[in-house]
């Protein structure tokens, strides 16, 4: 497996939703790191664990992550609730490397499904 070159930025509201989910789960910005490089080796969408969100009208590539594995939550392993949606942009003649925006953290018994009015209003 090949790690690629990856460049990752977070929008104001996900820093927020970060900051707000680690005072319950001490170990997500850990937990973050090990998704960084795992997204490095492998960014596009693999079921059953991530999956492309549809219906946005959108060319950018928006991805949902449903198993992510969270220290904090001990015997949960990737089975957490944890849910983060990013947009991928792949390599091209107006970027010179991959990158990834992290757009949304949230744990599902929080709320059911993303924020599509944010992913909309950052990426259309």
Same mark, same amino acid.
């Given at each position: 497996?090949? +790690?690629? =070159?990856?460049?990752?930025?977070?929008?104001?509201?996900?820093?927020?939703?970060?900051?707000?989910?680690? %005072?319950?789960?001490? &170990?997500?910005?850990?937990? !973050?790191? !090990? +998704? %960084?490089?795992?997204?490095?080796? /492998? =960014?596009?969408?693999? =079921? =059953?664990? &991530?999956?492309? !969100? @549809?219906?946005?009208?959108?060319?950018?590539?928006? !991805?949902?992550?449903? *198993?992510?594995?969270?220290? &904090?939550?001990?015997?949960?392993?990737?089975?957490?609730?944890?849910?983060?949606? $990013?947009?991928?942009?792949?390599?091209?003649?107006? +970027?010179?490397? @991959?990158? +990834?925006?992290?757009?949304?953290? $949230?744990?599902?018994?929080? *709320?059911? /499904?993303?924020?599509?009015?944010?992913?909309?209003?950052?990426?259309?």
């Amino acid at each position: 497996m090949t +790690i690629q =070159p990856m460049k990752f930025e977070e929008l104001g509201e996900f820093k927020k939703d970060l900051k707000k989910l680690l %005072k319950r789960y001490k &170990s997500l910005n850990d937990d !973050i790191e !090990i +998704i %960084k490089k795992v997204l490095r080796a /492998n =960014p596009n969408v693999r =079921p =059953p664990f &991530s999956f492309r !969100i @549809d219906g946005l009208g959108l060319k950018n590539c928006i !991805i949902k992550v449903k *198993k992510i594995a969270c220290k &904090s939550l001990k015997g949960k392993g990737v089975n957490t609730g944890l849910r983060l949606i $990013y947009a991928h942009f792949e390599k091209n003649e107006l +970027i010179d490397e @991959d990158k +990834i925006v992290f757009v949304e953290i $949230y744990h599902k018994k929080d *709320k059911a /499904n993303e924020d599509r009015e944010r992913i909309l209003r950052h990426f259309i």
